[in-house]
């Protein structure tokens, strides 16, 4: 299978971006761009926000091109759209094919669900992006940051970071990619004391 045809594989033309943490939805929604460019380069991206959504959009922005461009619809917030947001969401669902790709992305919630369900219903691929919020889903996501760049890091370090770092998730993907990004070989805690020993002390972690 050629580089295209997989990437293709990987962006239907419907996709569900489901769950509240804004890292992940934003880091689905970037790779799904990037795969849709990869395949198709003239594609026309367009941007939506279900929160400034105005009644009408959906329909006009998924008509056909008037030069036959393919076109992707990236809808953001879809679970805080009002009535009209949702109902014209949903007709333009079967519009979704060869010439339009339509993603939704929605935080969960009882809101908007008729929305999931219809996503889920027509076989749409499900990107999940759950809440980081224990402990364990702060070392899980830390430790899945240096394995995507191919780096390891000791279990000292990645708990190091975290207390140092805290509980914002952007700030902690930040920091880590800035010890990949300076540093070569495997992330050690005197690494992380380099960068971050003030804020590390001040939680009263240990080397």
Do not use: W
Not at 117 to 145: C, G, M, S, W, Y
Not at 153 to 165: H, Q
Not at 194 to 199: E, I, L, S, V
Request: charged content about 25%; hydrophobic content about 45%.
């Amino acid at each position: 299978m050629s580089e295209s045809v997989a990437v293709a594989a990987r962006v239907p033309p419907l996709v569900l971006i489901h769950g509240p943490e804004s890292v992940l939805i934003e880091r689905a929604i970037c790779q799904l761009v990037a795969d849709l460019r990869l395949t198709q380069p003239e594609i026309e991206i367009i941007k939506l926000s279900a929160t400034a959504y105005e009644g009408g959009e959906l329909p006009m922005q998924a008509s056909p091109s008037l030069f036959g461009e393919a076109k992707a619809l990236i809808v953001r917030d879809a679970d805080e759209g009002h009535e009209a947001f949702q109902s014209d969401l949903l007709s333009v669902l079967p519009d979704a094919g060869a010439e339009l790709v339509l993603v939704v992305a929605h935080k969960g919630g009882a809101r908007g669900k008729k929305i999931v369900d219809a996503l889920k219903a027509a076989h749409a691929r499900v990107i999940d992006t759950p809440a980081i919020k224990t402990d364990r889903d702060k070392q899980d996501f830390t430790i899945n940051e240096f394995r995507r760049a191919g780096r390891k890091a000791t279990p000292e370090a990645v708990r190091g970071l975290i207390e140092a770092v805290g509980s914002d998730i952007a700030e902690l993907a930040s920091a880590a990619q800035q010890l990949i990004a300076d540093t070569t070989g495997t992330i050690d805690e005197q690494i992380v004391m380099t960068y971050h020993g003030g804020k590390v002390e001040a939680t009263g972690f240990r080397v």
